[in-house]
């Protein structure tokens, strides 16, 4: 067999490099919906391509610790069946979800002042929201595409 035919040959990865290649497909998908946010809407300044990357890096990380702590308080909330802990975790997951919005953006501003500014109503929460929500159906996409091809 030749070098190039081996190539396309099935290979079993590692969990190592299967984060690796989530968490870096993920943060790509970020910069680019960062970039075209920044480049199409005008509520979206950005001010060069590397801080770009440095906020899709911290959104990924972010994101990700949110949804690691969104699902640590549900196991919690899930001991029990009752409607009361269901209204919980529901409750529960609203909050944190809804609620890391405000301290994502906080941090974001803390880390890029000047460099990357959401504007518009509420001081830019609805369009920083707007673009998470457009990075997470971005890569909830490509995950569902990548698994359909398996």
């Not at 190539?7 to 960062?34: A, C, N």
Request: hydrophobic share 55%; proline share 1%; no cysteine.
């Amino acid at each position: 067999m030749s070098a190039s035919t081996e190539s396309y040959e099935p290979k079993t990865i590692s969990r190592k490099q299967e984060l690796f290649l989530r968490y870096f497909t993920f943060t790509l998908i970020d910069l680019v919906v960062l970039s075209f946010f920044a480049e199409y809407w005008d509520k979206v300044t950005i001010t060069s391509f590397g801080i770009a990357f440095l906020a899709a890096v911290v959104l990924q990380v972010l994101l990700k610790l949110t949804l690691a702590l969104e699902h640590r308080v549900a196991e919690f909330f899930q001991t029990e069946a009752s409607f009361k802990m269901k209204f919980y975790r529901i409750l529960s997951a609203y909050s944190i979800l809804f609620g890391s919005k405000f301290v994502i953006l906080g941090i974001l501003q803390l880390m890029f002042a000047k460099e990357i500014i959401f504007s518009g109503i509420w001081h830019g929460v609805i369009t920083f929201i707007i673009v998470v929500v457009t990075i997470l159906l971005a890569e909830y996409i490509i995950a569902r595409l990548y698994r359909s091809l398996a």
